[in-house]
């Protein structure tokens, strides 16, 4: 189960699922079940019905018998489709054979679903498809409100900061803005600048980390000619060269305590001193500064001073951590591999997509390196998926048997994806067992309540070797 299910699960309700069949059971049946993710469930008893209801209510999902007196699930799929062509429509079928399955997935069937149902499998669709539906319409809202082409925010906790970012850009008050490492502080400082009066204007950023105060200085108020040694020129410091615009001082916290005194001024008077001159200079600036501590943990300390953090954090932005917005990840996943895929691959070439066993590794992850850790991940997916989808291997997460979602990725038949299921655990089972052993087999076996003989069969047949011992089967 993802951690954060609770999270998706706010988002699912947003989904409108409609249910045709002429049977009450099935109806009711399916009704129930999808009903347990919270999404809103009408049913139809036949496509005629399911024609009238589609007058007034909109859904994003149908699922639809295929026989059914009067007009058949493949006529109601084609009605629906000329007029809602995103509408996704799965066929219930009672005899799954290859030939209906493939004519209802060719005559623009999203899925079709065998009787009697595999629960599992039906949430499985609506969840992924569901995020789809929602990365779709998180598009369509970003053309309007909230416009933006490069933050992702479905999750609640982003569009509250998207909401923040709205109110906050047109003032000119500092903002702060406090997150982990990767979570996109740099990126929302861009949006306010972006978004501002003065987006117009220059945005210059200094991370001041690592950078002592007289370099600091210098950088950030300028110097006179002959100031310190290799001033060979007057130069404007980025106070001055901004004129008007945003300056992002990112790692707040890696500031000395006179540092934060000079720079305490600055805020106040609004009047920088370049080095080696005795005059002021006035400045005219924005100020978005960012950190990935807690300024007031700092604060009780002793090493932050409580009256710059009070003039920084005017206006305070929290970034949550990737593990913390579960909901964003499928999307998040998608803008990175697009972005990926125009950086690293060749035009002409097609980018492979997530399948779902993927896309359910990556909600279960645990991101310590946030959503930069994300991209990490999928720019080296990229580059090592060689077929048409990114499957968890690609990922390079440690191995985690994912038997239920690795099952429906693709479909063959049913008993070679049982075999295929059955090899998979075994695999996982086996080398488990000989870790635990430190690759000693009679105990393996022992462990596994197998014989010898048995335990070497299987190691055997799916190659498996001993690798500490490197004993022979
Ligand atoms: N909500 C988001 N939507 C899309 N891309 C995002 C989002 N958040 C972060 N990113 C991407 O993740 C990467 C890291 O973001 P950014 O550099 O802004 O993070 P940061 O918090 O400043 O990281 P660090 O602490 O390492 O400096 C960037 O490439 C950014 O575009
Ligand atoms: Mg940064």
């Known amino acids: 189960m993802p951690r954060d299910t609770n999270k998706l699960l706010y988002d699912l309700r947003d989904l409108t699922i409609l249910v045709v069949d002429d049977q009450a059971d099935v109806r009711n049946g399916l009704k129930r079940l999808i009903g347990t993710l919270g999404c809103?469930?009408?049913?139809?008893?036949?496509?005629?019905?399911?024609?009238?209801?589609?007058?007034?209510?909109?859904?994003?999902?149908?699922?639809?018998?295929?026989?059914?007196?009067?007009?058949?699930?493949?006529?109601?799929?084609?009605?629906?489709?000329?007029?809602?062509p995103e509408i996704e429509v799965v066929m219930i079928t009672g005899h799954g054979t290859i030939e209906i399955a493939v004519s209802c997935l060719q005559s623009g069937a999203s899925h079709f679903i065998t009787k009697p149902f595999d629960n599992k499998e039906i949430l499985s669709f609506i969840k992924n498809a569901g995020y789809k539906i929602l990365s779709r319409q998180h598009a369509q809202h970003n053309q309007s409100k909230y416009a933006s082409r490069d933050i992702v925010a479905i999750d609640p906790s982003m569009r509250e900061v998207m909401e923040l970012i709205e109110q906050v850009a047109p003032s000119k008050v500092p903002v702060l803005i406090e997150g982990a490492s990767g979570t996109g502080k740099e990126l929302i400082a861009r949006e306010i600048h972006n978004r501002s009066r003065v987006s117009e204007k220059p945005f210059l950023a200094i991370n001041c980390i690592a950078l002592p105060d007289t370099l600091l200085e210098s950088e950030l108020f300028g110097y006179k000619k002959g100031a310190?040694?290799?001033?060979?020129?007057?130069?404007?410091?980025?106070?001055?060269?901004?004129?008007?615009?945003?300056?992002?001082?990112?790692?707040?916290?890696?500031?000395?305590?006179?540092?934060?005194?000079?720079?305490?001024?600055?805020?106040?008077?609004?009047?920088?001193?370049?080095?080696?001159?005795?005059?002021?200079?006035?400045?005219?600036?924005?100020?978005?500064?960012?950190?990935?501590?807690?300024?007031?943990?700092?604060?009780?300390?002793?090493?932050?001073?409580?009256d710059l953090l009070y003039r920084l954090q005017v206006m305070k932005i929290e970034l949550p951590k990737l593990k913390d917005r579960t909901a964003c990840i499928p999307a998040l996943a998608e803008h990175i591999l697009q972005r990926a895929a125009r950086e690293i691959m060749d035009p002409g070439e097609t980018c492979p997509s997530f399948s779902r066993a993927a896309i359910d590794a990556l909600i279960e992850h645990n991101w310590p390196g946030n959503v930069r850790e994300l991209e990490n991940t999928i720019q080296r997916a990229l580059i090592v998926c060689k077929g048409e989808k990114i499957q968890p291997s690609h990922l390079g997460f440690s191995k985690n048997l994912n038997l239920a979602s690795d099952l429906f990725d693709e479909f063959d038949s049913y008993e070679n994806e049982k075999q295929k299921a059955i090899e998979s655990f075994q695999k996982v089972y086996i080398q488990k067992a000989l870790q635990r052993t430190g690759g000693n087999i009679s105990r393996a076996a022992e462990l596994c309540d197998l014989t010898r003989a048995a335990f070497q069969r299987i190691m055997r047949k799916l190659n498996i070797e001993s690798v500490k011992s490197k004993e022979k089967v």
């Open 40 to 84: 809103e469930v009408l049913t139809a008893a036949s496509a005629e019905q399911a024609l009238e209801v589609l007058q007034n209510e909109y859904f994003d999902i149908i699922f639809t018998d295929l026989k059914m007196d009067g007009m058949s699930g493949v006529d109601l799929m084609h009605r629906v489709k000329q007029q809602f």
């Open 228 to 306: 310190f040694t290799g001033a060979h020129k007057d130069t404007k410091g980025l106070f001055e060269q901004v004129g008007g615009g945003t300056i992002f001082l990112d790692e707040v916290a890696s500031m000395s305590m006179m540092f934060q005194g000079k720079l305490l001024r600055v805020l106040q008077e609004k009047v920088i001193r370049p080095l080696g001159t005795g005059e002021t200079v006035a400045v005219d600036f924005r100020l978005i500064a960012a950190t990935n501590k807690n300024l007031e943990e700092l604060v009780a300390d002793g090493r932050f001073r409580e």
